[in-house]
């Protein structure tokens, strides 16, 4: 039985090529339940592409998968669902003209005799929505009339209907404004709350560094550093995608054996950067390079 | 009293008294969810003009013609009001109801097969004709709008070879099929015992369903205002099977056809396969994404669309006593597709109901019929009916401007 400190899902060397293309290579990722990890890279840094892994949408070319202890293949979305993971893709995927109701049990419909159970299935809602403490003034208008961030809320409620061990959130804050990515982030805590293991991707560092308990980076298709969050700051963070990650991780690194603590000053993320790889504070003498970047 | 879950959000707007019932259908009016609205109104108008026009269009004489003559292409309305929710079309109908009447015809005349099995083999060819251009639409992407044009002229070449040289073929004046499509009409106990036992079968689904929701901890209306709505609802079936009385009354043919469209509503509201069909309209890929079997709704539905032309096919054979070359050819097509449309079902899928075809017939057969009796010419007839269909279509566009500026799209 999980006791909360071995993973609930494992991602061990994971290889992906698309034609001449290696997409990931050797990439690992632990998610432990009552965890939240957040994914973070750049864009062509492979998180969809490991996101779909997991979700079953691609399948990988080398690596194991490993799911509540047990060695997995997932081979499509239908059997990512059936082992307990669930996930909500960026554009939300809801039908605009169904109501809350229709759209958390879509292709779930719970039916007696061969009808629709409505009144079940709208308990059933409210229960869920609850439970999330979410913010919908009623079950029973289209979702076309809800907000942005009530319609993220919907689509993470969706997927815990299946009462899954994992969700994969990609990119729940890029369209929201400000309260409702509040809305959002608590969703997140009290997924966390209920002993789901959560794995968040997303650009957002404010994002990362309010609900993440870990953050994996991901650069070029390649596992680039891991932090626990505390001791990172998210110039670190910036550094470690954008490329001048060995040096961090080299220079903390030297630092544990010497048994100093790392402060932010004792990191300039932006020191070892190469010209015309940009970044705040960056200051190029080259014009012809500036343009380029 | 204890708050149900969901009457918990504050900001919910409540509309428990009649009044605030009102402002929230106003509300919604704006919003752009017109539902069946404009058509109700629209065909209040048309009786109320006809009428002062010539008070015999409202005679209980002419609502009973009025019924028998919606029913056939009425009945292949219905078909198109499935194939609009999914966002589709279907150009085909009209040819595929006279394929579908010929077949009969030409089996029970000339082959001397029983009727009901002559009936039997042509619905089965409407299945096989949906279920072909369904799989033409999933597995090789073709848009239904050239399928099915190329089926419009198809399969009238079809009819013609079904018919032959024959050109007409006269049913048999004693077949069932003339006396249940001209002749057939309910007693008058039967049509009022008919009114009781739809309006105690309604109050009987609603009290449960109130109870249900009680159980549950959910707001429930009060048993007080099912009643009620019972109650009128039998008042009002009651007077219109009196006033049919009068005349010949409640035709079996109409009543079939009002039949079928109930039986399709409560699977478009009541079962998973009618939830499935408002996913695919309303938003393809998420209906995917969340398991609904696309493909397999896409090509039900299509076979559905051509079942019901057949269908309409045959009543239309019943109701002239004969199969034509001419059948199902001129503006069957185009009625029962503007009827849907004006019945208010949109052309971007996902919105609408079965009740479409029903309203949407009744006013193109109420402009026909009181055309007619105010002695109008054919061509003033296909004007005003384009009027009609362009101002459907214009209401359906408006409404969805609407939507998307309340945010409701």
């Given at each position: 039985?999980?006791?909360?400190?071995?993973p609930?899902?494992?991602l061990?060397?994971?290889?992906?090529?698309?034609?001449?293309?290696?997409?990931?290579s050797?990439?690992s990722?632990?998610?432990?339940?009552?965890?939240?990890v957040?994914?973070?890279?750049?864009?062509?840094?492979?998180?969809?592409?490991?996101?779909?892994?997991?979700?079953g949408?691609?399948?990988?070319?080398?690596?194991?998968?490993?799911?509540?202890?047990?060695?997995?293949?997932?081979n499509?979305?239908?059997?990512?669902?059936?082992?307990?993971?669930?996930?909500?893709?960026?554009d939300?995927?809801?039908?605009?003209?169904?109501?809350?109701?229709?759209?958390?049990?879509?292709?779930h419909?719970?039916?007696t005799?061969?009808?629709?159970?409505?009144?079940?299935m709208?308990?059933?809602s409210?229960?869920?929505?609850?439970?999330?403490?979410?913010?919908?003034?009623?079950?029973?208008?289209?979702?076309?009339s809800?907000?942005?961030?009530?319609?993220?809320?919907?689509?993470?409620?969706?997927?815990?209907?299946?009462?899954?061990?994992?969700?994969?959130?990609?990119?729940?804050?890029a369209?929201?404004?400000?309260?409702q990515t509040a809305?959002v982030?608590?969703?997140i805590?009290?997924?966390?709350?209920?002993?789901?293991?959560?794995?968040?991707?997303?650009?957002n560092?404010?994002?990362?560094?309010?609900?993440?308990?870990?953050?994996?980076?991901?650069?070029l298709?390649?596992?680039?550093a891991?932090?626990a969050?505390?001791?990172?700051?998210?110039?670190?963070?910036?550094?470690?995608?954008t490329?001048?990650?060995?040096?961090v991780?080299?220079?903390?690194?030297?630092?544990d054996?010497?048994g100093?603590?790392?402060?932010?000053?004792?990191?300039?993320?932006y020191?070892?950067?190469?010209?015309?790889a940009?970044?705040?504070?960056?200051v190029?003498?080259?014009?012809?390079?500036?343009?380029?970047? | 009293?204890?708050?149900?879950?969901?009457?918990?959000?504050?900001r919910l707007?409540?509309?428990?008294?009649?009044r605030?019932?009102?402002?929230?259908?106003?509300?919604?009016?704006?919003?752009?969810d017109?539902?069946?609205a404009?058509?109700?109104?629209?065909l209040?108008?048309?009786?109320v003009?006809?009428f002062?026009?010539?008070?015999?269009f409202l005679?209980?004489?002419?609502?009973?013609?009025?019924s028998?003559?919606?029913?056939?292409?009425?009945?292949?309305?219905l078909?198109?009001?499935?194939?609009?929710l999914?966002?589709?079309?279907?150009?085909?109908?009209?040819?595929?109801?006279?394929?579908?009447?010929?077949?009969?015809a030409?089996l029970?005349?000339?082959?001397?097969w029983?009727l009901?099995?002559?009936?039997?083999?042509?619905?089965?060819?409407?299945?096989?004709?949906?279920?072909?251009y369904?799989?033409?639409?999933?597995?090789?992407g073709?848009p239904?709008?050239?399928?099915?044009?190329?089926?419009?002229l198809?399969?009238?070449?079809?009819?013609?070879?079904?018919?032959?040289?024959?050109?007409?073929?006269?049913?048999?004046?004693?077949?069932?099929?003339?006396?249940?499509?001209?002749?057939k009409?309910?007693?008058?106990?039967?049509?009022?015992?008919?009114?009781?036992?739809?309006?105690?079968?309604?109050?009987?689904?609603?009290?449960?369903?109130?109870?249900?929701?009680?159980?549950a901890?959910?707001s429930?209306?009060?048993f007080?205002?099912?009643?009620?709505?019972?109650?009128?609802?039998?008042?009002?079936?009651?007077?219109?099977a009196?006033?049919?009385?009068?005349?010949?009354?409640v035709?079996?043919?109409?009543?079939?056809?009002v039949?079928?469209?109930?039986?399709?509503?409560?699977?478009?509201?009541?079962?998973r396969?009618?939830?499935?069909?408002?996913?695919?309209?309303?938003?393809?890929?998420?209906?995917?994404?969340?398991?609904?079997?696309?493909n397999?709704?896409?090509?039900?539905v299509?076979?559905a669309?051509?079942?019901?032309?057949?269908?309409?096919?045959i009543l239309?054979?019943g109701?002239?006593?004969?199969?034509?070359?001419?059948?199902?050819?001129?503006?069957?097509?185009?009625?029962?597709i503007?009827?849907?449309?004006?019945?208010?079902?949109?052309?971007?899928?996902?919105?609408g109901s079965?009740?479409a075809a029903?309203?949407?017939?009744?006013?193109?057969?109420?402009i026909?019929?009181?055309?007619?009796?105010?002695?109008v010419?054919?061509?003033?007839?296909?004007?005003?009916?384009?009027?009609?269909?362009?101002?459907?279509v214009?209401?359906?566009?408006?409404?969805?401007?609407?939507?998307?500026?309340s945010?409701?799209?």
């Open positions: 039985m999980n006791d909360g400190s071995q609930i899902l494992s061990r060397g994971i290889d992906k090529r698309f034609g001449a293309v290696q997409a990931l050797d990439v990722l632990d998610v432990r339940p009552g965890e939240v957040a994914l973070v890279g750049d864009n062509g840094a492979g998180k969809s592409t490991l996101v779909k892994i997991m979700s949408v691609y399948q990988p070319d080398g690596g194991e998968i490993v799911f509540d202890g047990r060695p997995v293949s997932i499509g979305p239908k059997a990512s669902q059936a082992l307990g993971i669930a996930t909500v893709f960026q939300l995927a809801l039908c605009d003209n169904l109501d809350v109701v229709a759209n958390l049990f879509l292709g419909e719970r039916t005799g061969g009808v629709l159970d409505e009144v079940e709208e308990r059933h409210w229960e869920l929505l609850r439970q999330l403490s979410a913010k919908i003034p009623s079950v029973r208008i289209p979702i076309a809800l907000s942005g961030g009530q319609r993220q809320t919907v689509a993470i409620a969706r997927s815990l209907v299946g009462e899954p061990k994992v969700v994969m959130l990609d990119e729940p804050t369209a929201l404004g400000v309260a809305e982030l608590n969703l805590e009290r997924l966390r709350k209920r002993g789901l293991g959560v794995v968040l991707i997303t650009h560092m404010a994002d990362v560094q309010a609900v993440a308990d870990r953050i994996y980076v991901l650069r298709g390649r596992n680039s891991e932090f969050i505390g001791e990172v700051t998210t110039e670190q963070l910036v550094a470690a995608i490329g001048a990650s060995d040096n991780v080299a220079e903390r690194a030297a630092r054996r010497t100093s603590a790392i402060t932010p000053e004792d990191i300039d993320p020191a070892v950067l190469p010209d015309g940009g970044g705040p504070g960056h190029s003498t080259d014009p012809d390079q500036e343009r380029d970047a | 009293m204890t708050t149900t879950y969901d009457k918990t959000d504050e707007l409540e509309s428990e008294s009649p605030a019932a009102l402002s929230s259908f106003g509300r919604r009016i704006r919003s752009g017109l539902g069946m404009p058509v109700i109104i629209g209040a108008l048309i009786w003009i006809f002062l026009q010539n008070d015999r005679s209980s004489r002419n609502l009973v013609n009025l028998l003559d919606s029913a056939t292409i009425g009945m292949i309305s078909g198109i009001v499935l194939v609009l999914l966002g589709e079309i279907d150009l085909s109908v009209g040819s595929v109801s006279g394929v579908g009447g010929s077949i009969m030409v029970l005349v000339y082959q001397g029983p009901l099995s002559a009936i039997l083999l042509a619905l089965a060819v409407g299945v096989a004709i949906g279920t072909f369904g799989l033409l639409f999933t597995q090789f073709v239904s709008f050239v399928i099915t044009l190329a089926g419009l198809a399969f009238l070449g079809v009819q013609l070879w079904v018919l032959g040289s024959r050109g007409t073929v006269n049913l048999p004046i004693d077949s069932w099929i003339i006396e249940f499509a001209n002749f009409f309910l007693s008058d106990p039967v049509s009022y015992a008919l009114a009781v036992v739809i309006g105690l079968a309604y109050l009987g689904t609603r009290l449960r369903t109130i109870q249900r929701r009680r159980a901890n959910l429930a209306p009060s007080r205002g099912a009643v009620i709505r019972a109650v009128l609802m039998v008042a009002a079936l009651l007077f219109g009196w006033y049919l009385n009068q005349d010949r009354g035709g079996y043919m109409p009543l079939f056809w039949a079928m469209i109930v039986a399709v509503d409560l699977i478009l509201r009541r079962t396969f009618g939830r499935s069909v408002y996913a695919v309209g309303g938003n393809e890929e998420a209906a995917r994404r969340a398991g609904v079997p696309v397999r709704v896409y090509i039900t299509f076979a669309a051509s079942t019901f032309a057949v269908l309409g096919g239309a054979a109701r002239l006593q004969s199969v034509a070359q001419s059948s199902g050819g001129t503006d069957t097509n185009l009625m029962a503007a009827a849907a449309v004006i019945g208010g079902t949109s052309l971007f899928g996902g919105r079965a009740y029903l309203f949407g017939m009744l006013v193109l057969q109420s026909t019929s009181g055309l007619n009796l105010i002695g010419e054919a061509e003033v007839r296909y004007i005003v009916t384009g009027a009609v269909l362009l101002l459907a214009t209401i359906d566009s408006l409404s969805r401007r609407a939507r998307r500026s945010g409701t799209a």
